[in-house]
């Protein structure tokens, strides 16, 4: 059998597997989190919705309805399903056919340009003439890349406000940014070149301050970045930032961390002060502080390791303290309470927060 009809074959199981009543709850809930006002009212979200709790979305034991799935499969039917866990939503713009049934086609968010066929024959790709453009998804079959599940097509002549939405995807979806190497890359060269400039002006990777002088300090320090690099488009202006929504009451902590860059971090000079004196964890306050850092889904490990890394010895106490623990060891058990409650930041290595477009 062809690869592409096995993939078209096995992509029609695959999602009568993910719409049956084993998965229907989580289904369920993903769909109303895309859709919040209850009307399923968009072919196309709700089939990127669908794509993306197939491949995605971990349920039982960690794992995706996709490698689920493919445990009912052996050799080349598995091997493929398997490799379908790197697929990529984009904005392709055909540039010429290719064979038959597909067209090489430039995907606009991440620049790199892919084979993409039709389990479905030419009459699949009929639509994508040169110029056309498809907002959808493709997974990859051997060396090419097929479309799957629903996608948008506008003609040439509408091309262009396709792609005027393509800058919003790339700045609210960097990690797909990220699947060009050289992307990636020269994100990583800005994120480390900035971090320069922050530690130049302010003299550290980290300060604390009030929440009513956050958005002051960041201008600032956007200025001083843009002036180290030369003012290369002519004089600073400042930008038209929206305000980052802290409280004039609160402190912050602004961390540009090596490896995680730049992260704003509510209540540092109370964690600050536990870290220092472990008795202090038994008031709610400080309580509820560590433990968001701890237990926060969008909290890094790096106010924790900052912390903890002044001394071990006090470190221990609060934990011991704080998880009741009493032969909890920082050195010993830290990096794997981290990993318990911060499972995704541990699952590949953190993306850079510059964005290179």
């Known amino acids: 059998m062809d690869l592409m009809e096995l993939a078209g074959d096995l992509k029609g199981e695959l999602v009568e597997f993910a719409m049956s009543p084993r998965f229907g709850q989580a289904l369920e809930k993903a769909i109303s989190a895309a859709f919040p006002g209850g009307v399923v009212d968009d072919e196309a979200l709700l089939s990127a919705t669908i794509e993306s709790f197939i491949y995605n979305q971990r349920l039982e034991f960690g794992q995706t309805v996709l490698e689920i799935f493919a445990e009912r499969f052996t050799g080349e039917a598995r091997a493929l399903l398997l490799s379908w866990s790197d697929y990529v939503q984009g904005v392709f713009e055909s540039k010429e056919p290719y064979g038959d049934d597909g067209v090489i086609a430039v ?12 389990n479905m024959g030419a009459e699949g790709i009929k639509h994508l003439v040169p110029g056309a453009v498809m907002i959808g998804n493709v997974v990859p079959v ?6 799957s599940g629903a996608s948008m097509g506008f003609p040439p002549e509408d091309a262009k406000d396709a792609l005027a939405g393509v800058r919003q995807l790339q700045m609210s979806h960097p990690k797909m940014v990220f699947r060009n190497p050289a992307k990636l ?5 800005i994120q480390a070149q900035q971090r320069e400039s922050f530690i130049g002006l302010y003299g550290s990777d980290l300060i604390v301050l009030p929440g009513n002088e956050v958005d002051e300090k960041m201008i600032a320090f956007y200025r001083h970045d843009y002036e180290r690099a030369g003012s290369k488009a002519g004089p600073w202006t400042e930008p038209d930032l929206p305000p980052l929504g802290f409280d004039s009451q609160e402190m912050v902590g602004i961390i540009f961390d090596e490896e995680d860059g730049l ?6 000079d109370v964690a600050q ?8 964890i038994i008031r709610r306050r ?4 560590v433990t968001g850092y701890l237990r926060g889904e969008d909290v890094t490990p790096v106010p924790l390791r900052r912390l903890a890394a002044q001394d071990p010895d006090k470190t221990d106490r609060l934990f011991r303290k704080l998880l009741k623990k009493p032969g909890f060891s920082w050195e010993r ?3 794997a309470l981290l990993r ?3 499972p995704g930041w541990f699952a590949s290595p953190p993306l850079p927060k510059v964005i290179p477009v």
């Open 107 to 118: 995907n606009r968010i991440d620049e790199l340009t892919y084979r993409v066929r039709s």
């Open 142 to 147: 051997g060396d090419d890349w097929m479309i």
């Open 185 to 189: 890359a020269r994100a990583r060269e």
């Open 263 to 268: 992260g704003f971090y509510r209540g540092f």
């Open 273 to 280: 002060e536990v870290f220092a004196n472990p008795e202090l």
């Open 286 to 289: 400080y309580r509820d502080v």
């Open 333 to 335: 058990d830290g990096e």
């Open 340 to 342: 318990k409650h911060k």
